[in-house]
C-alpha cells in the first residue's frame, strides 16, 4: 500500500523537480496531487518521464485531510498560511521554504547527516528542507567532522540563477541575449548585471553586514551538524543557471591528511569524489546537472593552520539543495514512522 502524496507549488521549479524525482526514485505512492495557486489550475504538467500526466488543483480549495505527505514548493508567504493547515489535517508537511527552519520544534533534516533528528516531526507535524547551499555543504562536512571534529568554516558559495527561482533564470538569458544583440540592459529582478558578472549579494542585508544567505548557512549548519561549529559564508551569485558551487576552508581539532580526507568522503553517503590533480579532474556545475550526488573536488591540506584542509563542492542546487532532498526526507519518513503508525 503507498502514500497519498501532495506536491505543493508543483508549477515552480523545485516543485517539478519534485514530481521527476518522485517518478526517478519510483516512491511508493498511490497518488500523487500537484497543486499550485488558482492561475495555474487546470494546467496540465508531466509526472516525470512516465508519461503521466497531472491536472493541476488550486491550493484555496484542496483538503489535505486523508494525504499522508504534503512537499511544499511555494515560498515562506504560502507556507505560512498552509502548512499548518496540512499538518493539522494529518499530512506531514515537508517545507522547502525558510519559515520553519530555526523553529526549535521543527527538524531541520539532511538524511545523510542527521536522519535520527526527524523523529522530533511530531511536535508540529512539519519537518524543514535546509537551504540549497547548506545541504551540499553538510553532506561533505558530515563524515569529516565524524572523522577529525571541525572546529571552524570558512565557505565562500558560488550560487546559479536558479536558486533565485525561474525570474532569476530569465534575466540571465535575458541579459546575455541583449549584450550579444547590443540591446539596452538594465537589470530589473537582481541588484546588478548577473551575464557575465558575479553580484555579491544574495537575499537580504542584516545589521552586521551579512546577508541574510550567508546567515542561513551559519545557523542551518550549526543545528543540523554542531552547535560548537563555527561557520562564516560569503554567498556570490554568479551567472550559472543550474548548479551551486562552494570552496570551503576547513580547520578541525585533530589531525587529518588530504589523503585520508579522501578516503573517508569516497565511502560517504551522497558523496562522489572526482580529485585528480590534472586539467578537467575536477567538477564543475555542468557536469552535476541532473545528478543526485555532492561532488567533492580540490581535496588539499591548508598550511595556515593546524589540521586544515580545502575543498571544492559541487552539487545540482535544483536537486540535493531542494528537491531531491525533500524527497530524501519523505523517504526516511516512511521508512522509519509512517509505516510503523500505519
Not at 535520527?116 to 547548506?134: D, F, L, M, R, V
Not at 561533505?140 to 568554516?153: E, F, M, N, Q, S
Amino acid at each position: 500500500m503507498g502514500y497519498r502524496v501532495a506536491v505543493v507549488g508543483a508549477t515552480g521549479n523545485v516543485g517539478r523537480e519534485i514530481l521527476n524525482i518522485l517518478a526517478e526514485r519510483q516512491f511508493p505512492a498511490d497518488e500523487v496531487a500537484a497543486i499550485a495557486s488558482a492561475s495555474s489550475t487546470g494546467d496540465i504538467i508531466d509526472f516525470g518521464d512516465s508519461g503521466q500526466e497531472l491536472k493541476v488543483r488550486n491550493l484555496e480549495h484542496f483538503d489535505f485531510a486523508g494525504w499522508d505527505i504534503a512537499l511544499f514548493a511555494a515560498g515562506s508567504d504560502v507556507s505560512k498560511v498552509y502548512a499548518p493547515k496540512a499538518a493539522a489535517a494529518g499530512c506531514t508537511v515537508i517545507d522547502n521554504s525558510s519559515l520553519y527552519r530555526m523553529d526549535p520544534d521543527v527538524p531541520l533534516i539532511v538524511p545523510e547527516v542527521n536522519p535520527e533528528a526527524i523523529a522530533g516531526y511530531t511536535h508540529k507535524n512539519i519537518i524543514a528542507n535546509p537551504n540549497c547551499s547548506t545541504a551540499q555543504l553538510v553532506v561533505a562536512l558530515k563524515p569529516l567532522h565524524d572523522a577529525a571534529k571541525i572546529k571552524r568554516v570558512v565557505v565562500a558559495t558560488y550560487q546559479s540563477v536558479s536558486g533565485a527561482g525561474k525570474r532569476g533564470m530569465d534575466e540571465l538569458f535575458e541579459q546575455s541575449r541583449n549584450i550579444f544583440v547590443g540591446d539596452q540592459n538594465e537589470p530589473e529582478f537582481f541588484t546588478k548585471q548577473i551575464a557575465f558578472n558575479v553580484i555579491p549579494h544574495i537575499d537580504v542585508f542584516l545589521d552586521d553586514g551579512s546577508t541574510k544567505e550567508e546567515w542561513k548557512m551559519v545557523v542551518e549548519t550549526k543545528k543540523i551538524l554542531d552547535p560548537a561549529i563555527k561557520v562564516t559564508a560569503t554567498c556570490v551569485r554568479v551567472p550559472v543557471f543550474v548548479g551551486h558551487s562552494e570552496a570551503v576552508n576547513i580547520e578541525f581539532e585533530n589531525e587529518i591528511s588530504a589523503d585520508e580526507a579522501r578516503k573517508i568522503l569516497r565511502e560517504a553517503p551522497g558523496v562522489m569524489v572526482v580529485d585528480k590533480r590534472e586539467n578537467g579532474g575536477y567538477v564543475t556545475p555542468v557536469e552535476a546537472v541532473g545528478d543526485y550526488a555532492t561532488y567533492v573536488s580540490r581535496i588539499r591540506e591548508d598550511p595556515t593552520v593546524d589540521n586544515g584542509l580545502s575543498l571544492w563542492v559541487v552539487s545540482d542546487n535544483l536537486r540535493k539543495g531542494a528537491a531531491l532532498n525533500a524527497v530524501q526526507i519523505a523517504e526516511l519518513l516512511g521508512r522509519k514512522h509512517l509505516m510503523k503508525a500505519a
